[in-house]
Structure formats: structure tokens, C-alpha cells
């Protein structure tokens, strides 16, 4: 089966290899839990939450991998590997640490929430990071750097002006009416993500609806009109998918750095209370 490139994995060994350990981890629990029951405190359920809050540790080092690249994390990209791969093993020695249960108590159901929030939140933004430069490479053909948005919409407003002047009664009415409204701003849409041309053809319908009624004279301003239109979209779809992976951090550091701090409470309260 051909697997989508946007889907592979960059390490495969990482991924066969932490999905043998998770396995290999519900098996046992369930085989200890038959043979003489399981709980959270005693050797086994210590044994996998320790594993779990060290894994989470080195995980959150990650912003400060610059600093520590030293072995068998040589590099940026086994760290991002590693932040990866163990904190999804972290969550499932904490549902071994549980015994397969789900939590008891507030504290523990705060953890358990925070747990599952923060990893699956970061799967999803590795297949962000993975989708949208790919989306973008295939669908669009405007490059553009985010910051530098705004500059360029109000320069394709400029040029669409200098279009406009001296044209005909029934392409100025077209501009008012439809390219004027079409370049007043951004308007981000979460269809991007699925399709970057979504709603292109449609906007752009206008431009051939109209291209008989305009005089010969007008047609190569007509034609400049749509390219400025076209390209805009294109900035737009630029906009919606970039700013989705600026505000991804957003929903996956905050909690993460929340469960670092439960953590911390909870190990505390084990050992010294």
C-alpha cells in the first residue's frame, strides 16, 4: 500500500519502534492486572509513572534543544523526534501507571485531561507541519512571507487602482463593485486547509461573466484585474494556512507547560506525603 508522502514518517525505526513498546505495554498491564490486580502505588504502577513523568521531562527540554545537543540526541531533528515519540509513549505509561483505568478524583482527572490534551494536540500539529508546506508547494503559486502580508495586499490595491483609471464606464462600475470589495482585506477560512483553492472559481466567475460586455480596449485591464484578484486569493489562502501554524503553539504549549507543573505536584505528594 503507497502510503502518502505527507504521511510517511521521517523516522520510521522511531515509529515501529515506540509503537512496540506501547503494545508490548497494554499487554502487560493487562496480563499483570489478571494475574494479581494493578494499582497506581504499588511497584508496576510506580514503576510505569516514573518512566512517564521522566519521558514528559526530557520531552519539555525541547525549546532549549540548542543547548543540549549531545548523545543520542545529536541534533535538532532526533530532539523533535524524541519530543515526539516520547511524550506519546509518556501517555501510554500513563494509562499503564492507571492500570488501564481512568482516574479517580479531580487532581487525577485534571492529569489524565491534560495528558490526553497535550498529546493529542501535538500529533495534530506534526501533521499541520506536514500538510500545509505541502498543501502550499502543490496548490499555490504565490510565495510569501507571512510578516510581509499586509505590505503586499496594499500593493495589488495600488496596482488594481492603476488599472481602473481611464477605463471604460462599464469596467470602472465592475472595479467599484466587485475588485474594490474583493482586495478590501483578508478573509481566513478553515476550508484552506482541505483545498487551497477553495471558492477560487467562484469569486473569480465575475471576471469572464462580464469579459463580453467590456470593450476590446479593456480587456487587457480586465485580464491584469483577475490576475491581481487571483493573487490575492492566493495571499489569503497563505494567510489562513500560516496563521494556523502560529497559533497551533498556542493550544499545545500553555497546556503543556500546565501538566509539567501537575506533575510536579503529583510526584511531590507521593514521595513526601
Known sequence: ??????LRPKR???????AAI???????????????????GDAWGLTFGTFAALLMLFAALYPVRRRLLIKPLKTVQQWLQFHVYGSTLAAVFVLAHTGLRLPVGQFGWWLFVLTAWTTVS?????GLQK???????????????????PDILEQLRADAAKQAEGASEVLQRFYDSQV????????????????????????LAAFDSIQSFVVEADKEKL?????????KLQIEA????????????????????????????????????
Not at 131 to 149: C, G, T
Not at 238 to 253: A, D, E, M, T
Open 122 to 126: 501535538g500529533l495534530i500539529g506534526v
Open 238 to 273: 497563505h494567510y489562513s494556512l500560516q496563521r494556523l501554524l502560529r497559533l497551533w503553539p498556542l493550544v499545545h504549549v500553555p497546556p503543556a507547560m500546565v501538566l509539567m507543573a501537575f506533575i510536579v505536584v503529583h510526584v511531590a505528594a507521593v514521595w513526601y506525603f
Open 223 to 231: 485580464a491584469d484585474l483577475k490576475t491581481i484578484v487571483n493573487e
Open 131 to 149: 500538510w500545509i508546506p505541502s498543501l502550499i508547494a502543490s496548490q499555490l503559486s504565490v510565495e510569501v512571507i507571512y510578516d510581509r502580508i
Open 1 to 6: 500500500m503507497n502510503v502518502p508522502p505527507v
Open 180 to 203: 474594490q470589495p474583493a482586495l478590501a482585506g483578508l478573509s481566513p477560512s478553515w476550508s484552506y486547509v482541505f483545498d487551497a483553492h477553495s471558492g477560487h472559481d467562484e469569486r
Open 12 to 18: 520510521p525505526r522511531w515509529l515501529a519502534v515506540t
Open 22 to 40: 506501547a503494545a508490548a505495554t497494554i499487554v502487560l498491564v493487562g496480563l499483570v492486572r489478571w494475574w494479581r490486580g494493578w494499582s497506581a
